[in-house]
Structures are given as C-alpha cells and as structure tokens.
C-alpha cells in the first residue's frame, strides 16, 4: 500500500465547497484503487484566519507544510481583504517558498461541453499551458514613495534570471516532447520588452538544440490571444512569463468553456519541496454557498496530483469518470447546466466505481 500526505487548504470563498468535494472523489478513488492511500491534514488558513490573527496563515506555515507530499489548495480572496493582501499572504508564500517553477495548465474541451467558440470540439483545443512561476512580472521587487503627494512614484520591477528562464524553458521542451504533437509555441512581447524579452527568445533558441525532434515557434503575446481564438488546433504546448501565461490560461479556459474546468499545477520539478495543486477560478464569491460551484477543475487537479505523485492509473480513471459524466450532460451553470456541485460529485464518484471505464 502507497501511502501519501496531502496538506488540504480550502482557503476562501467555493474553496471548501470544491476541495470538499475533490477529497470525496479522491476518497471513492481509494476504495476503488485498493493501491494507495491518502492522509489528508487540513488548515484553515485563509481570509477567516486574516481576521482572527492579522496573517493568512501563520509564521511557520511553510515548515509545516514542508512534511507533506502535496498540497491540495482551493482558492484565496475575500471581497473585504485587499487581493494584493491575500495573494502574497497565502499563495505566492508557498510557490515561492517551496520554488514551484512551473505553472502547468492543461486545458481542452470535455465532452459533452459547448464551448463559445463555432465549429470547435473535443479534441480540436488540446493545450498544455506552462507558466513561469517564481520570478518575472509576480518577483514582488519594486515600491512606493512620496505616497500620497503629487510626485508619488509606484516601481513594478519585472526580474527575468537566465537560471529562471532557462530551466522553465527545459521543461516546457520536455513536456512538448513527451505530448503527441512533440510542438511547442513561446511567446514574449520581444518588440516592446527589448532586454528580459529578447533574453527569453534567445534562451528559447539554445534550449530548442537540446531538442531535435520538437517543433517551435514563437508569437507575441497579444497575436497570441488572436491565434488561440481562430486557430486553436494550431497550438499544443505553450510557455510564457507570469503574467502573460496567467492571463494567456483563462482565456484558455474560458474558450475550453469555463473556468471552473480548468486545473493548475504549482510543481517544483525536482521534488526538493511538495508541488501544489489548484483549480484556476478563484474563490468566486458571487456563488460561495450555493452550492452551484464546478468541482470539474477540482478533480482535474486532484488527478494532476495523482500524477505528480506517482499513480498515472488513479488519474486517469478519475479522469474518465469526469469525462463520463460531463458526457453525460450532468453539468453545473457555468456550463449551462442546472446540476449542483453535490450531483456533479456523486456522479463521478458513481463513475469511479463503474467496472467498465
């Protein structure tokens, strides 16, 4: 038996309505596997700890969370705690504390989902989208000065590091190498941003020697969000900076249907710390405690752990019974559904115990 510890943060608004939910699928997945087993902590860390302590989560919580084998994270905001307060309280911590590098965001068109865009199915948007994670436009460098007064002075510094952009650049290489189409597409803003940009293109050359049998290409950023729309089957694997691949990757999910299918890997490729698993959507508030929230996201990430950590076969039965039933048409409202969060759960826990997938 496989043993594995999983740090569970629901964290703030549909967190724990998701992360609830993905733990009960990742439950049935257990029982059905009978080849693994999770123990699963859970911390309350989050906006409601704000309130009560001043902090997001306490002063030795990376310490804490170094024991773990993964962490399974839900979502961070609060419409009453400035989002800046939020993110670099919680989140960015542990990507940065634990150098998550790469940001892994695959995304493409369950069936039984109408995506927005016409004459596109399953299959004709298959992405992988990699996302520089640890430096960039998120470094967190810059300040304010003479605050207040008319001369005030805001610095947003963008750092770019050869050793970053090049080991992020190795793995997206890799990841294109391992996927069918062995084809990879990076983007920059090179014609604008002439010195951390440029410097990405050129390191994106001297990587690709290293790998012969993939294709390449580059885009600037803003052709790229034209390219994902008109001709989504032209792209496969994808690499950007932070801020381009952050934004690049809702836009994905949104043509893929939504963003509450879309899934997020925080992974530390060399297993120096626990690598982090997230669903994209935030802690929407506007639905927190309806129970309408779509845990699809949730379980693709869950199976993006299970992989992570070893178990290729969990992931992807839980995959398939996701799959089965959003084929189903069982389907939540963000996708034009009218099933709740709890139906969507039972539903592939039901499939993950069929004998026939």
Request: proline letters at 6%; hydrophobic letters at 45%; glycine letters at 8%.
């Amino acid at each position: 038996m496989r043993e594995y510890r999983i740090a569970a943060i629901p964290a703030d608004g549909i967190g724990p309505e998701v992360i609830a939910a993905g733990l009960q699928a990742l439950s049935a997945l257990e029982r059905r596997m009978g080849s693994f087993r999770l123990h699963v902590e859970e911390f309350p860390w989050g906006s409601d700890h704000y309130r009560r302590t001043g902090a997001m989560m306490p002063a030795d919580g990376l310490e804490t969370l170094k024991t773990f084998d993964a962490i399974y994270f839900g979502a961070v905001g609060a419409p009453d705690v400035p989002d800046h307060v939020t993110l670099w309280g919680l989140r960015l911590p542990i990507c940065q504390g634990f150098d998550q590098y790469a940001n892994v965001r695959p995304t493409r068109i369950l069936p039984g989902v109408t995506p927005p865009l016409r004459d596109c199915g399953p299959g004709d948007l298959d992405w992988v989208i990699v996302r520089e994670n640890s430096e960039g436009e998120y470094a967190g460098h810059g300040g304010r000065a003479h605050r207040g007064l008319p001369e005030e002075v805001a610095t947003e510094v963008a750092i770019f590091t050869r050793v970053g952009v090049t080991r992020i650049m190795r793995y997206a290489f890799r990841l294109a190498q391992a996927r069918p189409r062995k084809f990879l597409t990076v983007v920059t803003k090179s014609n604008a941003q002439r010195h951390g940009m440029v410097m990405w293109d050129e390191i994106a050359a001297e990587v690709s020697r290293e790998f012969p049998d993939v294709t390449w290409d580059k885009m600037l950023v803003d052709a790229m969000t034209m390219r994902m729309v008109l001709k989504p089957q032209s792209l496969d694997t994808i690499v950007a900076t932070n801020l381009h691949a952050d934004i690049l990757s809702d836009l994905a999910a949104a043509l893929a249907g939504s963003l509450g299918v879309a899934p997020t890997g925080n992974v530390d490729p060399e297993r120096r710390f626990p690598s982090m698993f997230e669903p994209i959507h935030g802690s929407a508030f506007d639905i927190a405690g309806k129970g309408i929230a779509n845990p699809v996201a949730t379980f693709w990430t869950g199976a993006q752990m299970l992989e992570h950590l070893g178990e290729p076969e969990a992931a992807a039965r839980l995959m398939r019974a996701v799959e089965r039933v959003t084929a189903s048409g069982l389907l939540t409202p963000d996708l034009g559904g009218t099933a709740t969060t709890r139906q969507v759960t039972e539903a592939v826990c039901d499939a993950i115990h069929s004998a026939n997938i």
